[in-house]
């Protein structure tokens, strides 16, 4: 019954910005625990970025300083924004939720590209 709908990827130039969205439904959104990680081609999905209900973050160290996670609770919805983008950023992106007792939950990701 869970789902998670990333959208906001695109094509960007390095050292431009973007913004994705996830968007929840069918559980309670407002005390979860959010997560982004990304998956570029030939390797290991990784750990981006995090928010729990308190609104304390975490981040990756490739990241802090350029991305921003935050959390609408009204509209169950997380955001990464991404600054200063590098090439190096360019992977399929998704958000991922853990329901005590049901497991993890991932969006089917959206792909991010940072080329000239």
């Known amino acids: 019954q869970a789902q998670l709908v990333e959208s906001g990827g695109g094509l960007v130039q390095p050292g431009g910005s973007l913004r994705l969205s996830c968007a929840a439904s069918g559980f309670t959104f407002s005390s979860s625990f959010m997560r982004w990680y990304r998956q570029a081609p030939g390797k290991e999905r990784e750990f981006v970025a995090r928010i729990n209900p308190s609104g304390y973050t975490d981040y990756a160290d490739s990241v802090k300083g350029r991305f921003s996670i935050s959390r609408d609770n009204n509209k169950n919805t997380v955001y990464l924004q991404m600054n200063r983008l590098k090439p190096e950023d360019t992977a399929v992106y998704y958000c991922?939720?853990?329901?005590?007792?049901?497991?993890?939950?991932w969006g089917q990701g959206t792909q991010v590209t940072v080329s000239s």
């Open positions: 991922k939720t853990v329901l005590l007792g049901l497991g993890d939950y």
